[in-house]
């Protein structure tokens, strides 16, 4: 063989190498268990007849927690997720929840942390935005079906499941996500450990508010993670991740959001840098822990957009400083809709944010 034909198979190897890598990559991360909710338009919203009772799963959702289990996904099959039109062609919205459940039947729960991850292929970025739980929306599909009084963005999954949260989001924010991947408290510990642990920084205040949540996840999960006897520079397993994110008390939900990215951005670099051999494994470990409508064709080609974005990542949180109120009773955060969302459609689609 000559010298240009190997290089030939050489070049062809390796492209094929990236595209596997990458494939592998974004199945792990926003893999999980397929699980096929219903996407409508506006028109068919009021007529669609659906006969699912909200079960759709495909990993275990019978085992207690402490058995390895998992809480199965909450879909309503009164609120179907409600097509919209992507907006760029060039960038894919996915979010990206946990659900503040305590077991595998508490299903109709609230969510506790909502992220976009908003993959630009043209301009190569991924940029993570953290939706704060506590903000004030008009919770409904459409504009004729919502509700008229402020209620708090993190009840929607618990009133209408996956498709009213999602259709409350992008009514609110004009947004236009149609794809998700759902993990609780014990997935997203399983997550970590699976990547190896995460490097994180602990303040010394943090230490005794995340331990608190290290023994309540304990009791959870049937785990024994240790408590952390230290602040600085540490790798935390899974339980000790997900139980510092979940701090909140000791500053503010705005940190804990923050928290949440800092989490996320660690295990996208952790599995990114791996080898191949090893995210094919961590692929075959992570099969069913976690919930997702999108199947391979959509990995694929999150994999390939994403995949130069990945040393690009970015972070935002809506609501912005400065863009809300506080109403206190019941206490939550009341947005300028008009400016925030323009800012937050200039920040997601702009070229300006390169």
């Known amino acids: 063989m000559n010298k240009a034909k190997r290089y030939i198979i050489r070049v062809v190897a390796a492209v094929l190498g990236l595209i596997i ?76 929840f946990g659900i503040d459940s305590r077991g595998v039947n508490d299903y109709k729960c609230r969510t506790d942390a909502m992220i976009i991850v908003s993959i630009n292929k043209k301009l190569h970025t991924v940029k993570l935005i953290s939706l704060m739980r506590d903000t004030g929306v008009y919770i409904g599909d459409t504009a004729d079906t919502a509700k008229t009084n402020l209620d708090k963005l993190n009840a929607a999954y618990a009133y209408g499941g996956v498709g009213l949260m999602i259709n409350t ?55 024994n993670s240790p408590l952390l006897t230290s602040s600085g520079v540490q790798t935390l ?68 957009n994403a995949l130069a974005g990945i040393d690009n990542v970015q972070e935002y949180r809506v609501p912005a400083d400065g863009l809300y109120t506080v109403q206190n009773n019941p206490w939550m955060m009341k947005i300028d809709f008009a400016t925030q969302n323009q800012l937050l459609k200039d920040y997601i689609w702009s070229d300006d944010h390169e």
């Not at 506006?42 to 809480?71: C, F, K, R």
């Not at 992008?170 to 997203?188: T, Y």
Request: glycine letters at 8%; a negative charge.
């Open 169 to 223: 989001i992008n009514r609110s924010f004009g947004l236009d996500i149609q794809r998700f991947v759902m993990l609780d408290f014990g997935s997203s510990a399983d997550l970590i450990d699976l990547v190896g642990g995460v490097t994180i920084d602990v303040s010394a205040d943090e230490v005794k508010y995340a331990n608190h949540f290290i023994e309540e996840m304990n009791a959870l999960n049937g785990t």
């Open 237 to 304: 397993d899974g339980i000790q991740a997900t139980s510092w994110a979940r701090i909140r008390y000791l500053d503010s939900d705005f940190v804990r959001t923050s928290r949440q990215r800092t989490i996320a951005m660690a295990m996208m670099n952790k599995v990114a840098n791996m080898t191949y051999i090893r995210q094919a494994q961590l692929l075959n470990d992570s099969a069913g822990v976690f919930e997702t409508n999108m199947v391979s064709l959509d990995l694929m080609r999150v994999a390939r």
């Open 21 to 96: 890598g990458a494939f592998l990559y974004f199945v792990y991360i926003f893999g999980g268990t397929y699980v096929p909710i219903p996407i409508v338009s506006e028109d068919e919203y009021e007529t669609i007849a659906l006969s699912n009772d909200g079960s759709l799963t495909g990993g275990d959702v019978s085992s207690d927690w402490t058995q390895g289990g998992h809480t199965r996904l909450y879909y309503n099959p009164d609120h179907p997720i409600i097509k919209v039109e992507q907006k760029d062609p060039n960038v894919e919205n996915i979010l990206v």
